[in-house]
């Protein structure tokens, strides 16, 4: 499964930094009125004036450009690890192409598909060709959407969204407090939430990093990241076993996908009749559960505790190093792969018929191969 490439501040989002352009305004407003005119050189000049780049739109989440050049170079480089997995005609039911119901994720799945099948047909200068990408309906995709079906999950995130907010508290307050001294401005913690969003909204879809991101110093944005970490820890990966249990069915899903590939082996299928690839695109919120399945980035002896089902200590915070990293864990674009080799005997000749292979799994997370905490 691969999460969708980048995408614009959704809808709510951008309502968020309409609000915020007129907080800014007024805070500058308030500065100049202020009898410390000395303080007004300390505030940054883009913030005058300064208007949200989605002013105005009402609606947003799609996939930009950035992110189907994402998953177009993701599918090329695919492509040109698993050459021999791929050298068949396209048929959608050996390379199976699914996505969730929005659009962002079926739009990834086409930008991925067009790298795949490039110059596989006889559409366009390119050479491209129809495929077919399906999807379930949101209300029913137990495999990719998982997380809108599981009411268990639901009650929890709605219990637990008030905890996360109440330890993400006092490092925005330390930051802000450490704002409002070096601006002279009236920031509260929320002003804060939402520049610290607009930072990454910049830096991530704009390439600009000399505006909100300059506000803060390194270690606030070490901070800043952390209660990033923190909240999808918790609400999304190890908090609770519930968070990852409800990804099962897709895990399910590449299980049975392997267990056919082998019978089709075994059973000497030609080409053509059998599955190759199952590729899936889906969201955060898909692929964050499913790599705490795999036991990714777990600390210490931590996989004990999840065969137990425990939920496990908060990622360390800065200057302490941790392993969770949402920025590695489940960046736009991130990606699962599992693959399935097929090896000879022992002796390293070819195994006789009545002879079993032996077939192994390799996972892959955002294209490197990484270790699976079960057979260290």
Known sequence: PARHGTRAPTKKRIKELDRLAVRLGTLVDEAKQGPDTASLKKIPSWMKGWESRWKGRVKGGELVSEGEEELFN???RVKERFQDLFDEEYHPDVYSIRATQVPRASASAVAFGLGLLSGKGKLGAGNNRAFSVLS???????????????????????????????????IL?????????????KFTT?????????????????????????????????LLEWTDDLEGFVLKGYGESINYKMGLPLLKDVVQSMEEAIIAKEENFPDGTYEKARLRFAHAETLVPFTCL???????????????????????????????????????ASNNMLALYQCPGNDGKKTSQ?????????????????????VL
């Open 74 to 76: 993701f599918a090329n």
């Open 136 to 170: 379930e309906s949101r209300a029913s995709d137990i495999c990719l959407r998982f997380f809108d079906s599981c009411k268990t999950y639901k009650d929890y995130r709605k219990r637990k969204e008030p905890d996360v907010d109440k330890q993400k508290e006092p």
């Open 173 to 185: 307050e330390h930051v802000t407090s450490a704002l409002v001294s070096r601006y002279h401005l």
């Open 190 to 222: 929320q002003d804060v939430s939402s520049l610290w969003f607009l930072c990454k909204q910049e830096a991530s879809l704009l390439n600009i990093t000399n505006q909100a991101c300059q506000l803060f110093n390194e270690d606030e944005v070490h």
């Open 294 to 332: 795999l036991g990714l980035f777990l600390e210490g002896s931590d996989f004990e505790k999840i065969q137990r089902e425990e939920p496990l200590d908060l990622p360390p915070m800065p200057p302490q190093r941790r392993n969770w990293k949402g920025a590695l864990v489940a960046p736009f």
């Open 354 to 374: 009545d002879q079993k292979n032996s077939y192994f799994v390799q996972v892959l997370h955002n294209e490197a191969p990484v270790s699976m905490p079960w």
